[in-house]
Nanobody, 118 residues
């Protein structure tokens, strides 16, 4: 089992920045990828970006490319989502995600609210 705990959400003005953190614990050896999803009111949950355990390569949704960056600190078992140039449409609950390398089971954090508004 893997447990994920997010932090760092809040209210920010358009054009501002915010950094989310996700601390992982448990069977960390079973994880092959971690990332972030988000869900806005009335919309389906969508992928924001992923970072792979092997090599650290990343993939991003087109809507956040060039603005958001995923990174990790292996010593702290933490994955970060740096969000710059935030827009109102980035408002959502952001969820940390991890995937089991053998079963493909997904693990989820509890979510953290990000609100972009003036």
């Amino acid at each position: 089992q893997v447990q994920l705990v997010e932090s760092g959400g809040g209210l920010v003005q358009p054009g501002g920045s915010l950094r989310l953190s996700c601390v992982a614990s448990g069977s960390l050896f079973s994880i092959n990828a971690m990332g972030w999803y988000r869900q806005a009111p009335g919309k389906e949950r969508e992928l924001v970006g992923i970072i792979f355990s092997s090599g650290g390569s990343t993939n991003y949704a087109d809507s956040v490319k060039g603005r958001f960056t995923i990174s990790r600190d292996n010593a702290k078992n933490t994955v970060y989502l740096q969000m710059n140039s935030l827009k109102a449409e980035d408002t959502a609950v952001y969820y940390c995600w991890a995937q089991n390398r053998w079963s493909a089971v997904s693990y989820w954090g509890q979510g953290t609210q990000v609100t972009v508004s003036s």
